[in-house]
């Protein structure tokens, strides 16, 4: 019995050494307010859909890289997403969007309005990266516009954009994310007023 109960009680002190348990983190992607457009690019209604991703970039742990050519992507522990990105990337777009007046109206598919063209996106990189220099965000986006009426792809093409972290942390790499994000939309918004006929 008296084994018994120094075995317990040593557990017990083990335990309480070890302190508190560490605790979660989440982050919400937020994009910079564009410029509202003098005229919308879109003329029509514009049905974005949730981004695509593969299972690791889309779940809601941060993903880490040592540098840009390494092969192995670690996820954080304690450091998550409030929502997973496919969800959180196509919310931010839609915002973008209406914000910067690029339709006259933008929707996602669950409102199940009539659209004039789709928006699909794909997230290929959206990581933290620590080696090969400074900490930076590395977001990497495949974005697309079709018109409904006759499935007609009207544009195409893949986004990169990295920005240096104001320090060592997620919380600072989260905050470059949002800066190459904005950069993404920006552009995308120039390339869609560029080949979307009006």
Same mark, same amino acid.
């Given at each position: ?147 409904? #009426? ?31 994000? #904005? ?16």
């Amino acid at each position: 019995m008296r084994r018994a109960a120094w075995l317990a009680g040593g557990a017990l002190l083990l335990a309480c050494a070890g302190g508190p348990a560490p605790r979660d983190h989440f982050y919400r992607l937020e994009t910079s307010a564009p410029t509202p457009l003098a005229a919308p690019i879109f003329r029509g209604t514009v049905e974005v859909d949730r981004f695509r991703a593969d299972a690791l970039t889309g779940g809601i742990r941060i993903v880490l890289r040592q540098a840009d050519g390494a092969s192995e992507l670690e996820p954080y522990d304690y450091h998550q997403w409030a929502d997973p990105p496919t969800t959180q990337l196509q919310t931010c777009l839609v915002d973008y969007l209406r914000q910067a007046q690029a339709a006259p109206l933008v929707v996602i598919p669950e409102l199940r309005a009539r659209a004039d063209f789709a928006v699909l996106g794909r997230i290929a990189r959206l990581e933290h990266q620590t080696g090969g220099g400074a900490p930076r965000a590395v977001v990497e986006l495949e974005l697309t516009v079709s018109r409904e #009426s006759d499935r007609t792809l009207l544009l195409q093409r893949v986004y990169r954009e990295e920005r240096p972290a104001a320090g060592p942390g997620v919380a600072e790499a989260v905050a470059a994310a949002d800066e190459a994000l #904005s950069a993404i939309f920006a552009q995308f918004l120039t390339d869609a007023g560029a080949q979307i006929p009006r």
